[in-house]
Each structure stands twice: as structure tokens, then as C-alpha cells.
């Protein structure tokens, strides 16, 4: 069975930092690609970041928004993948996900994700 747990959401005053953790289970994280997504009141889901798999590289995908200011990696001793957040503004507060893609492709969209977890609050004041 495959979980993924995130935690490290919470309240922050603008131009804050914070860093969401996603625990994963039943899978070794580093064979598929991982991504963090956001969903904002009245808006869909986006992907803001995404780390591929090990075996293919690593590489990294950012939303334009979250460019400089993201930044995802993966421990993969630990089964956790990170997202660090930097200068967050009040249009980012949103639950935020971490998920799995368990087939290959295109992972910048959130119809690649085949397992999600249940979301961390992050909201972020003015």
C-alpha cells in the first residue's frame, strides 16, 4: 500500500520560509517521480514542483510563479521528499500535496500523479 504523509504546513507572515516533508511508504521514492502541487481556494490543482526519478536524472520542474524562490530534493536514505519555500506571499496559502507518478512521462501536470496525499494547510499572511 502506498502512503504518502506530509507535514510542515502552517501560518506565515509574508516574505516567510517554509519546508513540507512528504514521508513515503510502500514505494522506494527515488524509482518514480515525486511532485508537490497546490490547490488555492476557487482554483485547480497546479503542479509547483517535481523531481524525476533517480535512474532518469533527477531533474527538476518548477511552475514559473515559484521559480528561484522552490526548491524541491529528495533524501533518499529517509524515503522523503522536500520542498522548500521561500519568500511565500498570501496568494500562495493553499493545501499542498506531495504525490507519486507511478508510470513514466510527463510529470508537469497534475493528471500524471497516480497517488496522492491528503494535504498540509500552508497559508500565509499579509
Given amino acids: ?3 504518502l504523509i506530509e507535514s510542515g504546513g502552517g501560518l506565515v507572515q509574508a516574505g516567510g520560509s ?8 510502500g514505494r522506494t521514492s527515488s524509482s518514480y517521480a515525486m511532485g508537490w502541487l497546490r490547490r ?13 526519478s533517480s535512474w532518469s ?3 527538476t ?6 521559480k528561484g524562490r522552490f526548491t ?15 519568500s511565500l506571499n498570501p496568494e500562495e496559502t493553499a493545501v499542498y500535496y506531495c504525490a507519486l507518478q ?3 512521462g510527463s510529470f508537469t501536470g ?13 497559508t500565509v499572511s499579509s
Avoid at 61 to 66: G, M
Avoid at 73 to 86: E, F, G, H, I
Fill in 61 to 66: 520542474y518548477y511552475a514559473d510563479s515559484v
Fill in 72 to 86: 524541491i530534493t529528495r533524501d533518499n536514505a529517509k524515503n522523503t521528499v522536500y520542498l522548500q519555500m521561500n
Fill in 102 to 104: 507511478q508510470a513514466g
Fill in 110 to 122: 497534475p493528471q500524471a500523479y497516480d497517488y496522492w496525499g491528503q494535504g498540509t494547510q500552508v
Fill in 1 to 3: 500500500q502506498v502512503r
Fill in 40 to 52: 488555492a481556494p476557487g482554483k485547480d490543482r497546479e503542479v509547483v514542483a517535481a523531481i524525476s
Fill in 18 to 25: 517554509l519546508r513540507l516533508s512528504c514521508a513515503v511508504s
Fill in 57 to 59: 536524472g533527477g531533474r
